[in-house]
């Protein structure tokens, strides 16, 4: 190997372990799987043409940030919000209820953890990690200015010092300070009962048999069993529709009429925005066995289910998640622990 060759792959080396926190960062900036991993794609790439004009004067990690923030900033110039449906319209009642779809980049979009949480033996650091990429703070996020959601996501998230992303932003600290706290109040007032799920990592006992129940009563399409997990004021969404459906009645009501296809359905365990979410295959009556249908992700609050997000769009999820897009009937047999 040449000396050229070897410093190019050390160099790829070093770029490429940063891959996963920029990953998290640009997710939390864009609201958006597909755009994420795109701009660092993009940051990785001018990163390595121009890094013999890297002088050192920072470390790598900084000099990638300033570059995907560029990135992103590119990016949101369009001034696409991203959103979840509740964030666009009133819950609709089940005798209304139509599916009416709206374009791609409308969504927030469903991240795999593994994608966007780096390893980290510190579990305090997890657990901020975890809530930052939940979809209630994710929808929250995407409300801010972009500028002032990086000065968040940089100084909240990634603990960053005020003087570190003064700089990476080009900026005062007094700049810095001042967009932190226009962006805390912006957060405080669109409060978001969600924001408040709380789920143990790793699950507590009480959060796994929950699961289990919710396991149990979905694939048996028992509607009095999953009542029974539903929060009064729970919530189920199913991007690209703009419907979203609030309370056990509504939910249950929809899934025995419009949803009633789902009758028979496979889960199949996800570790999806920092939260437990399920692979969704319904049967597949003109292939046999099972085809994939949803993400789920899931918020659990006191003991009971407050949100069901289905991520309908399953010819992009389910490769992003490393699932398949059919199960064979004999793969009903296999055990899948939750």
Known sequence: MSNGTAATTDLDAILEKHRVELTGYCYRMLGSSFEAEDAVQDTLVRAWRSFDKFEGRSSVRSWLYRIATNVCLDMLNAGNKRARPMDLSESTPLAQAALSPRPDHTWLEPMPDARVLPSTADPAEAAVAKESVRLAFMAALQQL?????????????????????????????????????RARATLAERHDKAADAVVSDPLDEEQRKLLERYVAAFEGYDMTALTALLHED???????????LRGPADITGFMTTLGSA????????????????????????????????????????????TGFHCFLDTKRWFPLFGLPLHLEAEADQVEEGV
Request: hydrophobic share 45%.
């Open 262 to 305: 789902c009758a028979g359905s496979r889960l199949r365990p996800v570790e999806v925005n920092g939260l437990p979410g399920f692979a969704h295959y319904k049967p597949d009556p003109e292939s046999g066995g099972f085809a994939a249908w949803a993400v789920q992700v899931l918020e659990i609050s006191d003991g009971r289910i």
């Open 234 to 244: 729970a919530v189920m969404t199913m991007p690209p529709f703009d419907l979203w």
């Open 145 to 181: 200015p972009p500028k002032q959601r990086a000065v968040l996501i940089l100084r909240e998230v990634l603990a960053w010092k005020a003087s570190e992303v003064a700089e990476l932003l080009g900026t005062s600290v007094a700049s810095v300070n001042s967009a932190l706290q």
